[in-house]
């Protein structure tokens, strides 16, 4: 269960932090869209949602305004990560769709039981992923069928989710999908496999600067 529960740690680790091979060409063209993936948009005010429920547990979990603003000026870009793992999400579901794997929700409820026993109850699980990854309680489960998801798709490849292989299978599935991310939130750098923000300097991060 050890090597299980530390397979989880490091793929979230790397949803949130590495950024995969995507390609994407950030424009215009499709205004009030934070990022258009398979032709499918993720609008601003689904991100900025999505930005709020974590800011919402944020405060929280926070005994005073004055722990929850070091909060915020530590999670300054929790918009673009936030952006970040919704695009992942339906990278990595169209590659285990590709590969012809998939996760029901028996096994997703099993994963966050075992979680939770080493996590000390329900709360301590939630308040883990929230301070180390950014996801929301109520975005618990979805985290953790995508971590089932990327550790049955390494499997299917013979690989871990460490490996170029891996990443190999997140590119091809993300060139199909022709993800165009709003280049307010930065661009992707496919030969370092990280986000590079965009130079507008002018651009504020709203999850930094708007309490909740």
């Known amino acids: 269960m050890h090597r299980r529960r530390r397979s989880a740690l ?25 990022a258009v993936v398979g032709g499918q948009r993720i609008t601003v005010a689904q991100l900025e949602s999505r930005v709020n429920e974590v800011r919402a547990a944020q405060r929280a979990a926070s005994p005073d305004e004055t722990q929850y603003q070091q909060v915020l000026a530590s999670t300054g870009s929790l918009t673009r990560d936030t952006l970040h793992t919704m695009v992942l999400d339906q990278v990595l579901a169209r590659a285990a769709r590709d590969a012809g ?28 992923w929230l301070q180390k990854y950014g996801i929301a309680p109520e975005r618990l489960d979805d985290n953790l069928r995508l971590q089932i998801e990327a550790q049955k798709l390494a499997a299917k490849l013979g690989t871990d989710t460490t490996q170029p292989a891996f990443w190999k299978a997140l590119s091809q599935a993300s060139k199909k999908l022709h993800i165009d991310l ?21 651009v504020r991060d709203a999850s930094a600067a708007q309490p909740v």
């Open 10 to 34: 490091v793929l979230s680790a790397a949803i949130v932090a590495a950024g995969p091979l995507l390609t994407a060409c950030g424009s215009d063209a499709h205004p009030g869209a934070a």
């Open 101 to 128: 794997v998939g996760v029901s929700r028996r096994e997703v409820q099993k994963l966050r039981s075992d979680l939770q026993k080493q996590a000390g109850g329900a709360k301590g699980l939630e308040a883990a």
């Open 182 to 202: 709003n280049p307010r939130y930065g661009t992707w750098d496919a030969t370092k496999s990280s986000r590079v923000d965009a130079r507008t300097p002018w």
